[in-house]
Structure formats: C-alpha cells, structure tokens
C-alpha cells in the first residue's frame, strides 16, 4: 500500500513538473490603443508602428546611430549618381502563410506603396522603376539622388512586404484590400478582438532569431493611469514607449524610487516637444507675436517642476543629437517674462482687463492637444496656458482625442497652437524636416509652417550628393527655423518603460521607438 501511495505521489509530482514545463511562455503588455489588425497593410499607415516591425520585414533595418543592417536584403549596390539601387535578397525566405518571399514579391509591395500621394514626404516614394532582375536581385531605380532611401526603407511603415496572396481586390470598391496581416517577421497575428486585445505568436516560417516567448498580449487600455494600475496589480507585465502605452512621468517617478519588483527603464530619443503655430492666424504671423510666446515658456522650470528631471529643457526645435544641429543654428529665446511684454507693447497690443488687444481684436488662441499618446500634454497646456496668461495672452485649451488632433493637423488646420512632438531615430532629421516644414500628404503645407524659401533649402538637403552641400542646406534650414522663431520649444522627452521583473526576465529597450523593445530576447521566469 505504502508503494502505491509514493509511485502515485511520484507520478502526481511528475505531471505537475510536465505541466510547468510545458506552460506557455506569456508576456502582456499595455497599450493605449487598438492594433487595427484587420486593417494592418503593410503599405498602409493603419495600426501601431511597432506591430509593423513585428509583422513585417524590411530590405533592411535600422541598427541605430546611422547604423542600416541588413534584414531581407543580404547585401546592395548604389550607383555613383545615387539613383540606382541593387537588392541581393535573403534566400530560403518565406512569408508566415508559406508563399516565397523573392524578388517578384518585392516588385509587387514596390508597386503599391510608391509613387502614392499620402507617401509624398519620402524620396523612397519616388521610384520610376522596379525589376526583378533574378529571383533573388532587384533593382530600384529613382528619379533623382536621395540619400536617406536606405533610412526610408527600415520605416515601420509603409514600405514593408506582405504576402502577395495576402491581398485581394474588392470588385465593388476596386480597392485592394488584405485577408490578414501576413508577413516575413519574427511575429504573426494569433487573435484580435477589437479595442481589446490582440494576441502575437512566433511565426513558425521565420528565417532569422527565434524568440523565447510563445505568446505576446496587447491588452487595450487607453487610459494611462489604468495602465499604470493594471502594471501594479499584474494585469499586465510591460508598460511603456512612445508609441505603445506612454508611462506618465509622475508614476514612472513613483516607480523609480520603489525597491519591490516593479523596475523602471529610461532610453533617450531624438524627439523633441513643442508648440507649434498656425500661420494662417494673422497673429501668429507677425513675427514679434511669436517670438514674445518664444520668451514667455520657461523651458527649465517645464523640466523641473513637470517631469521631474524625466527628460530635459528644450534648448531648440530639435534635440542637439539630431544630425547637422549646432548649438548656432538650433536655439530657442531665453524665458524672459519682461522681454516678452516688452514686444507686445511695441507690436501695439495693449493689456486690457487681463488679455492683449489690438484694433479690437483680443491676443486668444486655442491650443489643441491629446492625451492618449501622450498623458503628460494636460499638464504641460495648463503650465504653457498660465505662463502665456503672465504676459497677457489668453489660451483656451482643447483636448481631443487621438483622431480629431491628428485630423487637425494634417487636413483641416483647426488650431491656433498645437503640442506637437517631432519624429526619432531614423526619420530625423529629414523625415521631420519635410512633415514639418515641407508638404504632408501632397499639400505644400507643412505642419507646422511653411515658407518657400525654407523648403528649397531641405529639399536641397535631401538631393545633394556632397556631404558638405547636404550639411550647409540643414544649416540654413535650422537657422531660419530658430531666428523666425516658427515653433515654441517646451521639452525633450526620454521613453520610460515599466517592468514586472517578477514574471519578466532579459527586458531590453529597442534601439528605436518604432522598435521599441527586444522582443525577441524577453523570456519569463
């Protein structure tokens, strides 16, 4: 009897170590919006970036610090004149549902996502001709020199490849559409539930490093201190990047100081805040208007008093790791309350019951801002609302949701001021530069100015061949940008994640925002 009972106990503990041995490896992380998974085409801009680059593959892939790697492309050739481009494509590749991955099936994502009006920022987009020179070598060939195409192809989106049995085209609309988001990338779609959760499996086809993980949860939770708390009580294990589920400053530094099992990551960033104005306001188009807003902001006590050392003072419209900047031509004006006044004054706005005046009309604006990506705008418009307010100014704020503030920037242009954030890693400086100040979504309007001039100069940044001739072009950019006083700088961030190292083991920050973590190293305990 006493036999039966130890090889039963025996058996018992043998099951329970089978069982915990084979439990799945899950991981989930909180996210402030929905994947849009139905509609995640590769050449499309629908859904998060970083389940781009987890879904699909580029030719190549951003390495960091300038730094292009390979990824679907072993190797290239660019001709001497920088318009030609030859692709050496990785063999043995195949997409998650099984069809090869070739030179064919590049030509045909090529054709897709280039020479398309919404992608009209990008040189990349400015292809003349695609060839299948063998199965396994493409050429590009572009309209001009372009000397961040190799940068604009490692973009999470739209320049990414899907398999061709992937998309189909609706005979009612005579759009193309996909039946799934199927790519070459490490991860495949396993679930989705909308504005709940969608669920990322390994891709059993992929060619490169297998992750340790068998499941990643995104699980939808738009409000950030929901987020936070649903990290505390273990309803998720990952909170953080730009452009995942921000950490608001005030619980990271909460976070920061604990000692339990919750530990805290920082990765800087070359994105900078900040406030920009709609020219279309008179206004806002006299030149001592904005350079009085310029001095109003103090930039220091924004980092001090509201994130708390999280970041740092703005010192210009772009952080000074952004390529060409100089401390000459990247500047902003020093806070000075009394200097500000002082142009207003001589602008003829007179201070009447509080606000500014002239010819009637009353120094107001609206100062459109959203909170889901970035949680911490709510304080920062009511710090920059009260500080404009010291020298007259009266704002109304308007907090909107993720669609609307998107929607008024590009397209309807309903602002007066705007918090906005500039690009990171790859897209700066030029990607920025063009959205910015050059023309978005085919309009020759950027979004946060225009001039004429300004854009000739980026432009000639973007085609020059030289080196020296590119750098001179930034130069006259930036400083123009600076002396014209053409935006408000208020801050430059840090992503911060939050951990459960409890569950969690081998976290790792991404080498971008687009890829925001090591996926492939996480493991769990």
């Known amino acids: 009897m006493m036999k039966k009972r130890i090889a039963a106990a025996a058996l018992a503990a043998l099951a329970l170590f089978a069982g915990a041995a084979c439990a799945e490896k899950v991981v989930t992380v909180g996210v402030f919006r929905d994947g849009a998974i139905a509609r995640l085409d590769a050449a499309s801009y629908n859904g998060p970036h970083f389940l781009f680059k987890m879904i699909y593959d580029g030719l190549v892939e951003d390495g960091g610090k300038g730094h292009i790697l390979p990824q679907l492309a072993e190797r290239w050739e660019i001709s001497p004149d920088g318009k030609t481009y030859t692709f050496h494509l990785r063999k043995g590749v195949t997409f998650s549902d099984g069809t090869p991955f070739d030179a064919d099936a590049v030509v045909f994502n090529m054709k897709r996502w280039t020479n398309q009006k919404i992608n009209s920022s990008m040189k990349a987009n400015e292809l003349e001709k695609a060839e299948a020179l063998d199965p396994h070598t493409v050429r590009f060939t572009f309209k001009d020199n372009a000397y961040q195409i190799l940068t604009e192809l490692t973009y999470p989106r739209p320049n990414r490849f899907i398999s061709p049995k992937a998309v189909k085209l609706n005979a009612e609309t005579g759009k193309e559409e996909i039946t799934a988001p199927i790519g070459t990338g490490m991860w495949m779609v396993q679930s989705y ?63 920061r100081g604990q000692n339990g099992d919750i530990k805290t990551w920082q990765k800087a960033t070359e994105c900078s805040h900040f406030l920009a104005m709609n020219q279309a306001n008179p206004a806002l188009a006299d030149k001592a208007v904005r350079q009085a807003l310029n001095y109003a902001v103090d930039q220091a006590a924004i980092a001090k008093y509201l994130y708390d050392g999280v970041g740092f003072a703005a010192t210009g419209a772009f952080q000074q790791n952004v390529p060409y900047t100089t401390p000459e031509n990247n500047y902003t004006l020093p806070a000075d309350t009394a ?106 309007e950027g979004e946060a100015w225009y001039d004429p001039g300004l854009l000739a100069d980026i432009r000639s940044a973007y085609t020059a061949v030289d080196e020296a001739e590119r750098a001179k072009a930034y130069d006259r950019a930036y400083r123009f940008i600076s002396a014209e006083s053409l935006v408000v700088p208020v801050y430059f961030p840090v992503t911060t994640f939050a951990v459960n190292t409890a569950k969690v083991k081998d976290f790792e920050p991404g080498v971008n925002s687009y890829a925001p973590v090591e996926w492939q190293k996480l493991d769990v305990k």
């Not at 929901?226 to 589920?245: C, F, P, Q, S, W």
């Not at 009266?394 to 918090?419: G, I, M, N």
């Open 339 to 444: 200097k500000a006044r002082q142009l207003l004054d001589a602008a003829g706005y007179s201070l009447k019951d509080g606000v500014r005046e002239r010819d009637g009309k009353k120094l107001a604006f609206r100062l459109v801002f959203t909170t889901g990506e970035f949680p911490e705008w709510k304080a920062l418009s009511e710090y920059v609302q009260a500080q404009f307010a010291e020298i007259g100014v009266s704002v109304e704020l308007k907090p909107v949701d993720r669609s609307a503030y998107y929607d008024a920037l590009a397209r309807t242009r309903d602002f007066d001021l705007a918090l906005m954030r500039t690009s990171t890693a790859s897209w700066m400086p030029h990607g920025a530069m063009i959205l910015l100040f050059g023309e978005h979504v085919g309009q020759q």
């Open 193 to 255: 539930k909308k504005d709940q959760e969608y669920t990322l499996v390994p891709n059993p086809h992929y060619w490169g490093e297998k992750p340790k993980l068998d499941k990643i949860v995104f699980k939808v939770i738009p409000d950030a201190q929901a987020r936070v708390m649903a990290l505390k009580t273990g309803e998720i294990d990952i909170l953080g990047g730009d452009y995942v589920g921000k950490l608001p400053v005030e619980s990271y530094v909460e976070l």
